[in-house]
T-cell receptor, first 111, second 114 residues
Framework: SQQGEEDPQALSIQEGENATMNCSYK?????LQWYRQNSGRGLVHLIL?????REKHSGRLRVTLDTSKKSSSLLITASRAADTASYFC???????????FGTGTRLLVSP | GAVVSQHPSRVICKSGTSVKIECRSL??????MFWYRQFPKKSLMLMAT?????????EQGVEKDKFLINHASLTLSTLTVTSAHPEDSSFYIC??????????FGQGTRLTVV
């Protein structure tokens, strides 16, 4: 399969809790991005981390990257009901010719 | 950020007809464009990668004659679904990449074949 794996496939939490999603990929990458998608609509870019970076923050988002393990994690802190969506990682290979999504995590945040 | 415009956002067509979806990079030249397909509640599957002026590279399992991709200029790529059938109904989305940078996504096209 071309795709990276994400886990969990689905995550259900309460507002205020933290949500952690993991992404594993298969090839050497130039960068990795995280996106969210609401109900099969367009993609919203969340954050990009380059292969020479290990951690990045943006607001309530924290992304880590471990290139030795070919994995990344997305942490959403103090979650809100509005964070309910599907989250995908997206990897660009070092040759810039392959842009591949992970399998995605469906996050449900209950009020 | 860079803007990628995809048109149409929604299209309904009859079985047997062909549908063209356009992907334009509005404020940059896209050296590479990517086309994806998404089934309900599933991830986005890469269909093909195209470089301006050359033939598209299709992923395994994607029919080249069914999904025609043209990347005639640095700002425009088109995906034509030929002889569409109901099983081609899906969400299609494009992405455009500038030289040496990350890629940017269009808004997507929801295709319904009746």
């Amino acid at each position: 399969s071309q795709q990276g794996e994400e886990d969990p496939q689905a995550l259900s939490i309460q507002e205020g809790e933290n949500a952690t999603m993991n992404c594993s990929y298969k090839t050497s990458i130039n960068n990795l991005q995280w996106y969210r998608q609401n109900s099969g609509r367009g993609l919203v870019h969340l954050i990009l981390i380059r292969s020479n970076e290990r951690e990045k923050h943006s607001g309530r988002l924290r992304v880590t990257l471990d290139t030795s393990k070919k994995s990344s994690s997305l942490l959403i802190t103090a979650s809100r009901a509005a964070d309910t969506a599907s989250y995908f990682c997206l990897t660009m290979n070092t040759g810039f010719q392959k842009l591949v999504f992970g399998t995605g995590t469906r996050l449900l945040v209950s009020p | 950020g860079a803007v990628v415009s995809q048109h149409p956002s929604r299209v309904i067509c009859k079985s047997g007809t062909s549908v063209k979806i356009e992907c334009r990079s509005l404020d940059f030249q896209a050296t590479t464009m990517f086309w994806y397909r998404q089934f309900p509640k599933k991830s986005l599957m890469l269909m093909a990668t195209s470089n301006e002026g050359s033939k598209a590279t299709y992923e395994q399992g994607v029919e080249k004659d069914k999904f025609l991709i043209n990347h005639a200029s640095l700002t425009l790529s088109t995906l034509t679904v030929t002889s569409a059938h109901p099983e081609d109904s899906s969400f299609y989305i494009c992405s455009a990449r500038r030289q040496g940078t990350e890629a940017f996504f269009g808004q997507g096209t929801r295709l319904t074949v009746v």
